[in-house]
């Protein structure tokens, strides 16, 4: 291979998917991937400003002990809202629906995902569902927290909870027909060449995520209906005075929201892949490993759902039996680490922005994994369940784990979705600012959560409030770490450098199409011959921007 | 120092040390694994900064590697199981010789019964040095008995009993959290365990107003409803003889045995055609919204009392100390006597 | 796989009978006393019923491996729902020996 | 290598553009229509799982909800809908083969059985009813002389009458309180009994709305050789509707049927 350097300045192509067709009509009634990526990148936005917002008031309450600034009512409807919007229409959809939506499909070399039109389906449902949602809002909040507990939920709570319960179940449909275009697209699209051990990290993370997707949203989808059936017709299934088992309702419920937990975590895997091979420079250490890794997180994922209910009168021997396997899912995530840092080795490690988050992913990823194992452990689990240490725990998977990843990949593929460069000073200060002000949120809250301090709680006993005040100004310094991008993100759709086709030089077929890529994606339909992430071999390219 | 920083909830039973124990060994392994990967993370970025002069070596991986970090979290996972199994049995298995007290939650408060009759609300009074097994039931949804200073947590449910229990070993007042969400005033559920000298509690329980002891009032209801009717010793009775009853098994019109446990008294009275014991009609009426969660509890205490010696006199347990030690036997050694001897409660006559 | 030879109408026809042949039988045997039998066999009757339904008139004999993997996959997803649901609720009543 | 590139040379028109050629886009359609069907499975599963939980726990409320409904109908009811399957998979057939008037025909048939099937619903249905065993205590025509089922556990009364009935046919006697809590139990399995049969009867009218749609293009000859993908996946659709029946009959129809009398 030739190691000239060749210097080339980057030119914006003629003709891209963002010009290709103008007027609000193309983009509702587009079928193109990349264009429908942008429609959920823009809603999940706006929702996770909302969420965001919930999260703001729940920590400007928790400043003081007593529950001063707002009423417990209203708490109650501001933690449900902020947990209801964050996993259900921001969390599930975050990666797939968007990053995934944008490059799955270039990455397997096809000219768009196997059902077009499912997809753009799938964004109306979506779109329908947060209907439910802002409705539910707007008509007075509901507060069920986003678990939705029967018998509160089904038969004492006086507010919306059918309402959002429908909302809900949309969102969940919405997921199923992105799942279900995800798996077919990758069996039935690849190009040329692509085998199986050929594909991108992140397409495999997608493709495991699409299975729980697929298996696991069903029953949450009956579930809520049977919820939303009780509280209308009182059929007896949740309600303990008609002869029913509420703890059968959590049963059905971490059926789906366990493995959701991988569904809102294993693409950022996927991602972080992606972004460490690049900026180290190197392939990825034990490709099979990571790859199936993620196949195994989805499987065993299904298989540990009711350690969420230790407590929650379950019989010890099953307690014993989830546990046990509950250790067994944190195996091939502790894999997926070793095998990230074990890429870094010997690299040639350059600290972009896009490197920056997932280094930080690594770092917080590493704490709420462990954490999590803290909780799979029976005994320990009796104190710190529903405590704070679960938020601060799920808070490092979600928060430190996938916004991280999200806005890593966000980074990374922005000049492959605009054509323009995000500007480096400012992103690189946003991530720090991320990381510390994550950091400071939710550390307290481990110590908060063995402490003894339940979740929910609108009040709280005076000794807890240090570490309470700690959290809430972590909280404010993390608000500005994400309104930063959102900001400059703007600015560089019209101010931002020309990016070029490959401005990382990065492997995977989405860095050989243009910038932002032709609506079909290729001029041509590529042929795959090497492995996945060929890095060295490629030639010495400095780009002038 | 104006303000204090704890790490640690107080440690106010036998229980807590222990977990304790087992969390400080996890924050351990946490904190050295997450160091472990910083270190190497930020060792990296400067070793292997990227410059002109040097490229990347290639490594496709390594199986031995692979295996490695596969095999040795998977060892130290399942150390941790096996130690997180044996406290939770621990935690959630009651020692027999416990001193019984009954609580009902609702929204929003506690109402807590000792055996002597004694009621409170929002407060639970408890003495040092023995094991108190509490008794939950749920009058709505679910709630939850947290004290963090004993390390226990169990969540309360409509229509079932479970139990909470621990030994005190400081005195002291300590939290008591509901932690599973229940409705508006959630964060308003707390109640206060109050920790005292075996004396000082005997003090306590003789000061409290009580309309006897629990049994007693049980028996007052059971008296009330007519269960004697029915439920009496003698052979012509239409119902099972209870005296001797409880927590024993007892075989059922379809073969199967259960122990007459707490769970299966409160759903006999509830729904007695569930589980008919061998040998009777099922003509029993249900007392489903008849009778109150307390007075459950205390038809169940009667039921419990019934159960010991003949010559015991109901009125005598309204102390802790004379809280029987009863040795009942388990299941197994019950079904491996079934060869020779009947059931506890044999079913004295046909049709 | 649309060239591969799916069954003929004398094939279907065969499933057919067959289908209402079990049919009957399920509902015949159900009025036997077999104990705890008759839901086993009620049970079984169904699952080869749906099979035959799947092999045959779905294709599934006909198709792919991945079609067979992932009919299987749903049945065998809905058995860990089940059986580790289950596994709560059975032992509940078990007695820990002290 | 999954994709070719050879067969683009004759341009179906029914070939969307992310494809490179018919068997490519057949194949995706089929698995696409398979793991839909996975949804549906862990979606009917959820119910099952309830379902078994309840069974074990309310075993004789089960067995006097399950002995009140008609095992007749639903035993008809099962022979409709594999005969329905037949019809679907002749059409199908008729599809790969081209043969346009069969098509026809056999999507007819199946519409026909479909809708047979969904009027013994309704029947069934009406009959519960009329019984007031619909869940919650709002529809129905009850038994107390206003006219409703909202009285005090009026719907209790048949079911309890039921039970001791066929406690009597059997040479036993139940009494009054036995049969009131066996009917109140009962009432958890006409919850399941309206939910799957629900779900499931659902699935049917968007499966004849299905029919309707494919009958449509068959009559404008869409389907030969070349092009019977959506026949393919109708088909697909309706069978799986099919076999849920098959487990519903027994699960509902048939618990201790033996104990009673017909």
Same mark, same amino acid.
Request: proline content about 5%.
């Given at each position: 291979?030739?190691?000239?350097?060749?210097?080339?300045?980057?030119?914006?192509?003629?003709?891209?998917?963002?010009?290709?067709?103008?007027?609000?009509?193309?983009?509702?009634?587009?079928?193109?991937?990349?264009?429908?990526?942008?429609?959920?990148?823009?809603?999940?936005?706006?929702?996770?400003?909302?969420?965001?917002?919930?999260?703001?008031?729940?920590?400007?309450?928790?400043?003081?002990?007593?529950?001063?600034?707002?009423?417990?009512?209203?708490?109650?409807?501001?933690?449900?809202?902020?947990?209801?919007?964050?996993?259900?229409?921001?969390?599930?959809?975050?990666?797939?629906?968007?990053?995934?939506?944008?490059?799955?499909?270039?990455?397997?070399?096809?000219?768009?995902?196997?059902?077009?039109?499912?997809?753009?389906?799938?964004?109306?449902?979506?779109?329908?569902?947060?209907?439910?949602?802002?409705?539910?809002?707007?008509?007075?909040?509901?507060?069920?927290?986003?678990?939705?507990?029967?018998?509160?939920?089904?038969?004492?709570?006086?507010?919306?909870?059918?309402?959002?319960?429908?909302?809900?179940?949309?969102?969940?449909?919405?997921?199923?027909?992105?799942?279900?275009?995800?798996?077919?697209?990758?069996?039935?699209?690849?190009?040329?060449?692509?085998?199986?051990?050929?594909?991108?990290?992140?397409?495999?993370?997608?493709?495991?995520?699409?299975?729980?997707?697929?298996?696991?949203?069903?029953?949450?989808?009956?579930?809520?209906?049977?919820?939303?059936?009780?509280?209308?017709?009182?059929?007896?299934?949740?309600?303990?005075?008609?002869?029913?088992?509420?703890?059968?309702?959590?049963?059905?419920?971490?059926?789906?929201?366990?493995?959701?937990?991988?569904?809102?975590?294993?693409?950022?895997?996927?991602?972080?892949?992606?972004?460490?091979?690049?900026?180290?420079?190197?392939?990825?250490?034990?490709?099979?490993?990571?790859?199936?890794?993620?196949?195994?997180?989805?499987?065993?994922?299904?298989?540990?759902?009711?350690?969420?209910?230790?407590?929650?009168?379950?019989?010890?021997?099953?307690?014993?039996?989830?546990?046990?396997?509950?250790?067994?899912?944190?195996?091939?995530?502790?894999?997926?680490?070793?095998?990230?840092?074990?890429?870094?080795?010997?690299?040639?490690?350059?600290?972009?922005?896009?490197?920056?988050?997932?280094?930080?992913?690594?770092?917080?990823?590493?704490?709420?994994?462990?954490?999590?194992?803290?909780?799979?452990?029976?005994?320990?689990?009796?104190?710190?369940?529903?405590?704070?240490?679960?938020?601060?725990?799920?808070?490092?998977?979600?928060?430190?784990?996938?916004?991280?990843?999200?806005?890593?990949?966000?980074?990374?593929?922005?000049?492959?979705?605009?054509?323009?460069?995000?500007?480096?000073?400012?992103?690189?200060?946003?991530?720090?600012?991320?990381?510390?002000?994550?950091?400071?949120?939710?550390?307290?809250?481990?110590?908060?959560?063995?402490?003894?301090?339940?979740?929910?709680?609108?009040?709280?006993?005076?000794?807890?409030?240090?570490?309470?005040?700690?959290?809430?100004?972590?909280?404010?310094?993390?608000?500005?770490?994400?309104?930063?991008?959102?900001?400059?993100?703007?600015?560089?759709?019209?101010?931002?450098?020309?990016?070029?086709?490959?401005?990382?030089?990065?492997?995977?077929?989405?860095?050989?199409?243009?910038?932002?890529?032709?609506?079909?994606?290729?001029?041509?339909?590529?042929?795959?011959?090497?492995?996945?992430?060929?890095?060295?071999?490629?030639?010495?390219?400095?780009?002038?921007? | 120092?104006?303000?204090?920083?704890?790490?640690?909830?107080?440690?106010?039973?036998?229980?807590?040390?222990?977990?304790?124990?087992?969390?400080?060994?996890?924050?351990?392994?946490?904190?050295?694994?997450?160091?472990?990967?910083?270190?190497?993370?930020?060792?990296?970025?400067?070793?292997?900064?990227?410059?002109?002069?040097?490229?990347?070596?290639?490594?496709?991986?390594?199986?031995?590697?692979?295996?490695?970090?596969?095999?040795?979290?998977?060892?130290?996972?399942?150390?941790?199981?096996?130690?997180?199994?044996?406290?939770?049995?621990?935690?959630?298995?009651?020692?027999?010789?416990?001193?019984?007290?009954?609580?009902?939650?609702?929204?929003?408060?506690?109402?807590?019964?000792?055996?002597?009759?004694?009621?409170?609300?929002?407060?639970?009074?408890?003495?040092?040095?023995?094991?108190?097994?509490?008794?939950?039931?749920?009058?709505?949804?679910?709630?939850?008995?947290?004290?963090?200073?004993?390390?226990?947590?169990?969540?309360?449910?409509?229509?079932?009993?479970?139990?909470?229990?621990?030994?005190?070993?400081?005195?002291?007042?300590?939290?008591?959290?509901?932690?599973?969400?229940?409705?508006?005033?959630?964060?308003?559920?707390?109640?206060?365990?109050?920790?005292?000298?075996?004396?000082?509690?005997? $003090?306590?329980?003789?000061?409290?107003?009580? $309309?006897?002891?629990?049994?007693?009032?049980?028996?007052?209801?059971?008296?009330?409803?007519?269960?004697?009717?029915?439920?009496?010793?003698?052979?012509?009775?239409?119902?099972?003889?209870?005296?001797?009853?409880?927590?024993?098994?007892?075989?059922?019109?379809?073969?199967?045995?259960?122990?007459?446990?707490?769970?299966?008294?409160? $759903?006999?009275?509830?729904?007695?055609?569930?589980?008919?014991?061998?040998?009777?009609?099922?003509?029993?009426?249900?007392?489903?919204?008849?009778?109150?969660?307390?007075?459950?509890?205390?038809?169940?205490?009667?039921?419990?009392?019934?159960?010991?010696?003949?010559? $015991?006199?109901?009125?005598?347990?309204?102390?802790?100390?004379?809280?029987?030690?009863?040795?009942?036997?388990?299941?197994?050694?019950?079904?491996?006597?079934?060869?020779?001897?009947?059931?506890?409660?044999?079913?004295?006559?046909?049709? | 796989?649309?060239?591969?030879?799916?069954?003929?109408?004398?094939?279907?026809?065969?499933?057919?009978?067959?289908?209402?042949?079990?049919?009957?039988?399920?509902?015949?045997?159900?009025?036997?006393?077999?104990?705890?039998?008759?839901?086993?066999?009620?049970?079984?009757?169904?699952?080869?019923?749906?099979?035959?339904?799947?092999?045959?008139?779905?294709?599934?004999?006909?198709?792919?491996?991945?079609?067979?993997?992932?009919?299987?996959?749903?049945?065998?997803?809905?058995?860990?729902?089940?059986?580790?649901?289950?596994?709560?609720?059975?032992?509940?009543?078990?007695?820990?020996?002290? | 290598?999954?994709?070719?590139?050879?067969?683009?040379?004759?341009?179906?028109?029914?070939?969307?553009?992310?494809?490179?050629?018919?068997?490519?886009?057949?194949?995706?359609?089929?698995?696409?229509?398979?793991?839909?069907?996975?949804?549906?499975?862990?979606?009917?599963?959820?119910?099952?799982?309830?379902?078994?939980?309840?069974?074990?726990?309310?075993?004789? *409320?089960?067995?006097?909800?399950?002995?009140?409904?008609?095992?007749?109908? *639903?035993?008809?009811?099962?022979?409709?809908?594999?005969?329905?399957?037949?019809?679907?998979?002749?059409?199908?057939?008729?599809?790969?083969?081209?043969?346009?008037?069969?098509?026809?025909?056999?999507?007819?048939?199946?519409?026909?059985?479909?809708?047979?099937?969904?009027?013994?619903?309704?029947?069934?249905?009406?009959?519960?009813?009329?019984?007031?065993?619909?869940? *919650?205590?709002v529809i129905g025509k009850g038994f107390d002389a206003t006219g409703g089922c909202s009285a005090q556990d009026p719907k209790l009364g048949n079911i309890a009458e039921e039970v001791q009935q066929h406690a009597k046919e059997l040479?036993?006697?139940?009494?009054?309180?036995?049969?009131?809590?066996?009917?109140?139990?009962?009432?958890?399995?006409?919850?399941?009994?309206?939910?799957?049969?629900?779900?499931?009867?659902?699935?049917?009218?968007?499966?004849?709305?299905?029919?309707?749609?494919?009958?449509?293009?068959?009559?404008?000859?869409?389907?030969?050789?070349?092009?019977?993908?959506?026949?393919?996946?109708? *088909?697909?659709?309706?069978?799986?509707?099919?076999?849920?029946?098959?487990?519903?009959?027994?699960?509902?129809?048939?618990?201790?049927?033996?104990?009673?009398?017909?």
């Amino acid at each position: 291979m030739s190691t000239a350097v060749t210097t080339v300045t980057p030119v914006m192509p003629a003709k891209h998917y963002l010009n290709d067709n103008y007027g609000i009509r193309s983009w509702l009634l587009t079928k193109d991937h990349k264009r429908i990526a942008i429609l959920y990148l823009v809603s999940i936005t706006f929702f996770f400003f909302i969420g965001g917002l919930f999260a703001a008031l729940i920590r400007m309450e928790l400043l003081t002990p007593q529950g001063d600034l707002f009423q417990s009512d209203t708490y109650n409807k501001l933690f449900s809202m902020h947990g209801i919007n964050m996993v259900f229409f921001f969390l599930v959809p975050s990666i797939p629906a968007t990053l995934g939506n944008f490059v799955l499909p270039i990455m397997l070399g096809a000219r768009d995902l196997a059902f077009p039109k499912i997809n753009l389906l799938s964004w109306y449902i979506y779109i329908a569902g947060a209907l439910f949602s802002l409705a539910t809002m707007v008509s007075g909040g509901v507060d069920t927290g986003w678990t939705f507990y029967t018998p509160l939920s089904s038969g004492f709570l006086r507010t919306h909870v059918v309402l959002i319960a429908v909302g809900v179940i949309m969102a969940g449909f919405s997921s199923i027909f992105t799942g279900l275009n995800f798996i077919v697209t990758v069996h039935r699209m690849r190009a040329p060449g692509l085998t199986w051990g050929r594909l991108p990290l992140f397409v495999w993370s997608n493709y495991a995520t699409s299975l729980i997707m697929v298996l696991a949203t069903p029953v949450l989808a009956i579930t809520l209906t049977l919820l939303a059936l009780e509280r209308g017709f009182h059929i007896g299934i949740f309600d303990p005075k008609l002869g029913g088992d509420p703890v059968l309702f959590q049963h059905m419920f971490w059926f789906y929201s366990h493995p959701a937990v991988y569904i809102m975590i294993l693409p950022g895997m996927g991602v972080i892949s992606e972004l460490v091979t690049c900026f180290s420079r190197k392939r990825v250490f034990g490709y099979a490993f990571v790859a199936f890794s993620s196949i195994a997180i989805a499987v065993f994922g299904f298989l540990v759902w009711a350690h969420h209910m230790f407590v929650a009168g379950v019989s010890q021997y099953s307690a014993m039996v989830f546990s046990l396997l509950s250790f067994a899912v944190a195996i091939p995530s502790a894999v997926k680490v070793f095998n990230w840092t074990a890429t870094m080795y010997k690299g040639s490690i350059s600290l972009e922005t896009p490197m920056l988050y997932a280094l930080g992913f690594i770092g917080l990823f590493t704490v709420g994994g462990l954490t999590g194992i803290m909780l799979a452990a029976l005994g320990l689990d009796v104190q710190v369940h529903d405590t704070y240490f679960v938020i601060a725990h799920f808070h490092y998977v979600m928060v430190g784990g996938m916004v991280t990843a999200y806005l890593g990949g966000l980074h990374f593929w922005w000049p492959k979705i605009t054509g323009r460069m995000y500007p480096e000073a400012p992103a690189k200060l946003a991530a720090l600012i991320t990381f510390i002000g994550f950091n400071l949120t939710f550390f307290p809250q481990f110590i908060l959560g063995y402490l003894g301090m339940p979740r929910r709680y609108h009040a709280y006993p005076p000794e807890f409030q240090v570490l309470n005040v700690l959290s809430s100004a972590g909280a404010s310094v993390l608000a500005v770490g994400f309104l930063l991008p959102a900001i400059y993100f703007m600015w560089s759709l019209k101010y931002g450098a020309i990016a070029g086709d490959n401005p990382w030089r990065a492997t995977g077929l989405e860095w050989q199409t243009t910038s932002p890529p032709p609506t079909h994606n290729f001029h041509e339909v590529p042929v795959v011959t090497t492995e996945p992430y060929a890095y060295g071999d490629e030639p010495e390219v400095t780009i002038v921007h | 120092m104006q303000f204090q920083l704890p790490l640690f909830p107080e440690q106010a039973s036998k229980v807590a040390g222990q977990v304790d124990a087992f969390y400080l060994f996890l924050v351990l392994i946490t904190t050295f694994f997450s160091l472990l990967i910083a270190v190497l993370i930020l060792f990296f970025i400067v070793k292997y900064r990227q410059s002109p002069d040097r490229k990347a070596v290639q490594i496709h991986g390594s199986t031995l590697l692979e295996i490695v970090w596969t095999v040795i979290p998977l060892g130290i996972s399942m150390v941790i199981f096996i130690w997180g199994a044996v406290l939770y049995y621990h935690i959630e298995n009651p020692p027999n010789n416990s001193l019984e007290i009954y609580g009902v939650a609702k929204q929003w408060m506690w109402k807590f019964q000792h055996p002597g009759g004694q009621r409170e609300i929002n407060s639970l009074h408890v003495p040092i040095g023995r094991p108190v097994k509490v008794t939950l039931i749920s009058q709505d949804v679910i709630h939850d008995f947290f004290v963090p200073a004993f390390r226990v947590k169990q969540d309360v449910l409509p229509n079932r009993y479970v139990y909470s229990w621990f030994t005190p070993t400081k005195p002291g007042t300590y939290h008591l959290f509901c932690s599973q969400y229940c409705g508006t005033n959630h964060s308003a559920m707390i109640g206060e365990v109050v920790v005292m000298q075996p004396e000082d509690y005997a $003090e306590w329980l003789a000061s409290g107003k009580a $309309e006897g002891s629990l049994a007693s009032q049980g028996e007052k209801l059971f008296q009330e409803f007519s269960c004697t009717t029915c439920h009496r010793p003698d052979s012509g009775a239409r119902g099972p003889n209870l005296q001797g009853l409880y927590g024993r098994p007892v075989r059922l019109t379809d073969n199967r045995v259960v122990v007459a446990d707490d769970n299966y008294i409160r $759903e006999s009275i509830l729904s007695p055609n569930a589980k008919v014991v061998a040998g009777f009609q099922p003509i029993m009426p249900t007392f489903q919204g008849v009778v109150s969660e307390e007075g459950l509890i205390q038809i169940t205490e009667y039921i419990k009392h019934m159960s010991q010696q003949e010559s $015991e006199p109901i009125n005598n347990r309204s102390t802790p100390t004379e809280i029987r030690d009863n040795e009942v036997p388990t299941i197994q050694q019950e079904l491996q006597q079934q060869g020779n001897t009947r059931p506890a409660n044999p079913p004295e006559k046909k049709k | 796989m649309a060239e591969q030879s799916h069954p003929t109408p004398k094939l279907y026809a065969i499933i057919f009978i067959t289908l209402s042949i079990l049919t009957c039988a399920t509902w015949a045997i159900a009025f036997a006393d077999l104990g705890i039998f008759n839901p086993i066999v009620a049970v079984t009757i169904a699952v080869i019923k749906a099979v035959l339904v799947i092999l045959f008139f779905m294709h599934v004999r006909y198709s792919s491996r991945l079609t067979k993997i992932t009919v299987s996959a749903g049945f065998f997803w809905l058995m860990i729902l089940i059986t580790l649901s289950l596994s709560d609720y059975l032992s509940r009543t078990l007695r820990v020996v002290p | 290598m999954s994709t070719s590139q050879t067969t683009t040379t004759e341009h179906h028109p029914a070939l969307a553009h992310q494809f490179d050629s018919m068997a490519q886009q057949q194949e995706a359609s089929t698995f696409g229509m398979w793991v839909f069907l996975l949804t549906e499975i862990m979606m009917f599963g959820g119910l099952f799982t309830a379902y078994l939980i309840y069974r074990i726990k309310y075993y004789d *409320g089960f067995v006097a909800g399950s002995t009140s409904i008609s095992v007749s109908w *639903g035993f008809a009811n099962t022979l409709v809908l594999i005969a329905s399957s037949f019809t679907m998979a002749m059409a199908v057939w008729a599809g790969e083969k081209g043969i346009r008037k069969a098509q026809m025909g056999f999507l007819i048939g199946t519409m026909i059985l479909g809708a047979a099937f969904l009027c013994i619903k309704g029947e069934e249905y009406y009959t519960k009813y009329d019984e007031c065993h619909i869940p *919650g205590r709002v529809i129905g025509k009850g038994f107390d002389a206003t006219g409703g089922c909202s009285a005090q556990d009026p719907k209790l009364g048949n079911i309890a009458e039921e039970v001791q009935q066929h406690a009597k046919e059997l040479g036993k006697t139940v009494p009054e309180a036995s049969a009131l809590q066996t009917a109140r139990q009962s009432e958890i399995f006409f919850s399941f009994y309206f939910l799957m049969t629900g779900l499931h009867a659902f699935h049917m009218l968007v499966g004849m709305g299905l029919l309707s749609w494919l009958f449509l293009r068959s009559k404008r000859g869409e389907f030969g050789p070349a092009y019977h993908t959506p026949l393919e996946l109708g *088909g697909l659709y309706w069978h799986f509707v099919d076999i849920v029946w098959i487990f519903l009959f027994p699960l509902l129809y048939l618990i201790s049927r033996h104990a009673h009398a017909v």
